[in-house]
């Protein structure tokens, strides 16, 4: 069966500081690892990845597959306030349990 | 460009009552897919649909159908509510068909079965 875990469940910062977001995953025909960030309702497209070792950035946020390890971080640089969400990954039929952010001011 | 809706917003049923629950994709996007969201159990994927065609389906029981129509459109059905069913219902759009694609999702339906 299909699993995506991630890590950790909730995460608690200050403004400024930089954080990553584990996802590891167990598929058995592997397309594409999809990040997801979620605020009140519908969650936000961030990045698909699809090939190993390359790391995709828009902005504070980058995010990198490592399909030799089965797995991809999410980093987020000089967190604000704005950042706090559920952060989701998937593969993508399979979303992991999301991670909690939450940035203190 | 206008985004996903999904309309009813919120929507209060009983037990044993069935349901249907409708999707309007982003304009030119073929690919609709459809999620159960819940606390429990996280986001689980229930169908895909593009161009008319289920394509992609998840581990759910076969109350839960679903149907897309040649606007892209889509429609889902919940027959023989159980509690177990109050959830947010998530719809997403794509351009390109497969779920392997960035989707757009909507603002969702929250159901309560009573």
């Known amino acids: 069966e299909d699993k995506v875990v991630q890590s950790p469940l909730s995460l608690v910062v200050h403004e400024g500081d930089t954080v990553t977001l584990n996802c590891s995953y167990e598929?058995?025909?592997?397309?594409?690892l999809l990040w997801y960030k979620q605020e009140k309702k519908a969650p936000t497209f961030l990045f698909m990845l699809?090939?190993?070792?390359i790391e995709k950035k828009s902005g504070r946020l980058s995010s990198i597959l490592d399909k030799k390890e089965l797995s991809s971080i999410l980093n987020i640089t000089a967190t604000q306030t704005g950042d706090s969400a559920i952060y989701l990954c998937?593969?993508?039929?399979?979303f992991g349990a999301g991670t909690i952010l939450r940035v203190k001011s | 460009k206008a985004g996903v809706t999904q309309t009813p917003r919120y929507l209060i049923k009983t037990r044993g009552q069935q349901v249907t629950l409708s999707c309007s994709p982003i304009?030119?996007?073929?690919?609709v897919s459809w999620y159960q969201q819940t606390p429990g159990q996280g986001l689980q994927f229930l169908f895909e649909?593009?161009?008319?065609?289920?394509?992609n389906k998840g581990n759910f029981p076969g109350r839960f159908s679903g149907r897309q129509f040649s606007n892209s459109r889509s429609e889902m059905n919940v027959s023989t509510l159980e509690l177990g069913d109050s959830a947010l219902y998530l719809c997403?759009?794509?351009?390109?068909?497969?779920?392997?694609?960035?989707?757009?999702f909507g603002p969702g339906t929250r159901l309560t079965v009573l």
């Open positions: 997403a759009s794509s351009s390109l068909a497969g779920v392997n694609n960035e989707q757009f």
């Open positions: 598929v058995t025909n592997f397309r594409s």
């Open positions: 699809t090939s190993s070792g």
């Open positions: 998937a593969v993508p039929l399979v």
């Open positions: 304009s030119g996007h073929r690919s």
């Open positions: 649909y593009f161009s008319e065609t289920q394509r």
